[in-house]
């Protein structure tokens, strides 16, 4: 191996392991130690000059407290849930929502398409704080939607949004739409239309021609989609400290009050390594379905 | 197959008042005289005159410039280097867990990234300011660097760099003379990408600031938590008009060069004919 070789692929090898793979066992270690008043506010902190004795004192003060109070306090539980829940309920309205546009991209004329798929990218340009506070004004008990719906004389009283899980499905919904629609357009504008054509030929309605044919072609980029929206929503802490208030429990808020407002790090730490367990099953199968569509385009 | 169907008419036009009636909304009440930002009280660009003079926000803005500008040029050089170790390296020991590195920050939550990162930097010692910053976007903005240069070094045709090694080239050369000028756009992309993520983030730099640094989203955050203010409407609109300029001239740019691509190719065909 040259040494040109061995630096191109030492350097970034060198920055993941320091800043990225080191901190989780970081982590890991102080989600077993104690919470202390001093800093850093929690104990044991290692000492290398006490030598193997110092190391042995160490271990032996290191236990898994944090996790079993996690365990017993109903609060954790109830937030990684909701969590859970909320994402999958978003996921499944972001689908809902982004496939009827990526289909209707696909679907429009050539030359169109490249306008419509700038006007997708464009929200994600944007900055995401931005686009969350755009939904406080619309949302809010005196927010525009509500000064809308009784304008029109829906509703007598301004309804309850704000501070609701509804809210955070919208917010979520909302900023996560391009991640939806990008994947399901690309694997819809690649479909052989002569598929649809021979179905319709052989007497198949276009509705159901949708359902047998287009549908389940277009389901790699349905995955990718879902994926991309459920991960990073489980851990999501903007949109609910934004727009969930105090009526709706993320695992990220938690997280961070811990960290922020506690002051707890090592339950802040337990916290963070029970939800990269949850999250670690649906990443390890995005990441099999990415290789899978790689090895499909190449 | 073009469609033209009241379906997919309707959902676009849904779809598209669904993504851009928000931000609209936004804008033009940037432009309200009252501090009461749901009542329309008139015309007025005090707000923002008040942005400008508030030395806070100018502040946070060029600390976050700068932060921007240093990590997403590192992230860069490192994210184009890991592309082409992983796509062109071969074998290596641990190549597995590399290509697990850059994957698993993409859809890592940033509570976790930061809260990570946070207690390195306390561990080691070393200071919490804008040098944090700095090497925390660095390490998952190259990730996303490095996602889209390998998609274009995937793409492209292996044979001339292969040609240019058979002529005497050292492989630093094939690489300068052949391979760079051919992934430069994916290259640009990547730059322009975690330049706009380090712009972005909150959630990571509010764990690795420490108090010296406070970054515009950070400064953002803390006034917004409060409710809906007329200034942060103005900056808002300040920076949706920014990228909204940028955005549409990237896609003219790349546009001319597709049309031009397709001319050159036209006559050289038309030669070889």
């Known amino acids: 191996m040259t040494i040109g070789r061995r630096a191109l692929i030492g350097i970034p090898y060198l920055w993941l392991l320091l800043l990225f793979l080191v901190p989780f066992g970081i982590i890991f270690k102080i989600s077993l130690s104690d919470i202390t008043l001093a800093i850093p506010p929690y104990t044991p902190t290692l000492d290398l000059s006490e030598g193997w004795p110092g190391i042995r004192d160490f271990l032996r003060q290191l236990d898994f ?18 969590s859970l829940r909320i994402a999958l309920v978003s996921t499944l309205l972001a689908l809902c929502v982004g496939y009827p546009i990526a289909y209707g991209m696909a679907r429009a004329a050539p030359e ?80 052989d239309d002569s598929l649809l054509e021979a179905a319709e030929d052989l007497g198949c309605s276009r509705l159901s021609a949708f359902w047998i044919i287009t549908f389940p072609l277009s389901r790699s980029g349905i995955i990718a989609g879902c994926f991309l929206v459920f991960i990073p929503a489980i851990g999501e802490f903007v949109i609910p400290s934004l727009l969930g208030g105090s009526g709706t429990l993320m695992i990220g808020k938690v997280l961070w009050e811990e960290f922020f407002s506690n002051r707890d790090w090592p339950v802040a730490s337990a916290v963070a390594i029970i939800l990269l367990l949850i999250l670690v099953i649906p990443i390890i199968l995005f990441q099999k379905t990415l290789e899978k569509n790689q090895e499909a385009d190449a | ?116 990162l946070l207690l390195l930097f306390i561990s080691i010692g070393l200071d919490r300011g804008i040098l944090t910053i700095i090497l925390a ?37 094939a690489f300068k003379s052949v391979t760079l000028p051919l992934i430069a756009p994916a290259v640009i992309a990547g730059w322009l990408l975690a330049f706009t993520l ?8 509010s764990f690795t600031a420490g108090p010296s640094a406070t970054t515009l989203p950070i400064k953002i955050f803390s006034s917004v938590r409060l409710g809906v203010s007329p200034e942060i409407n103005a900056l808002s609109t300040i920076l949706i008009g920014i990228v909204t300029v940028g955005v549409i001239t990237a896609s003219l740019v790349s546009k001319r060069r597709l049309v031009q691509q397709q001319r050159d190719e036209k006559l050289a065909d038309g030669q070889g004919a």
């Open chain 1, 65 to 82: 407290e944090n996790y079993v109070f996690l365990t017993e306090d109903a609060l954790y539980w109830k937030a990684y849930l909701s």
């Open chain 1, 112 to 191: 169109w398409r490249p306008t419509l798929m700038m006007l997708v990218i464009l929200p994600f340009w944007t900055s995401f704080l931005i686009r969350v506070y755009a939904w406080i004004g619309i949302l809010s008990t005196e927010g525009y939607l509500n000064q809308f719906l009784q304008w029109i004389g829906l509703i007598a009283e301004p309804l309850q949004i704000m501070n609701t899980p509804t809210a955070v499905y919208v917010g979520i919904v909302y900023t996560y739409l391009p991640f939806m629609i990008l994947p399901i357009y690309a694997t819809l504008e690649r479909m």
């Open chain 2, 1 to 116: 197959m073009t469609r033209f169907t009241w379906f997919n008419v309707t959902a676009l036009t849904l779809g598209f008042a669904f993504l851009y009636i928000p931000m609209i909304i936004l804008v033009i009440y940037s432009f309200n005289e009252s501090r009461l930002v749901t009542v329309w009280a008139g015309f007025s660009t005090r707000w923002y005159g008040e942005l400008v003079g508030d030395e806070a926000f100018l502040n946070a803005a060029w600390v976050t410039l700068r932060v921007a500008f240093v990590s997403s040029t590192i992230a860069t050089v490192l994210g184009t280097m890991a592309a082409y170790v992983l796509v062109r390296g071969g074998k290596f020991m641990g190549r597995t867990l590399f290509s697990g590195m850059i994957y698993a920050p993409l859809v890592m939550p940033e509570v976790i990234t930061g809260l990570s």
């Open chain 2, 137 to 173: 976007h660095t390490t998952f903005s190259m990730c996303f660097v490095s996602v889209v240069v390998s998609s274009r070094l995937v793409s492209f045709d292996r044979s001339v760099e292969e040609a240019a090694l058979d002529l005497g080239c050292t492989p630093f050369d």
């Open chain 2, 198 to 205: 380090s712009l972005d983030d909150l959630v990571i730099a």
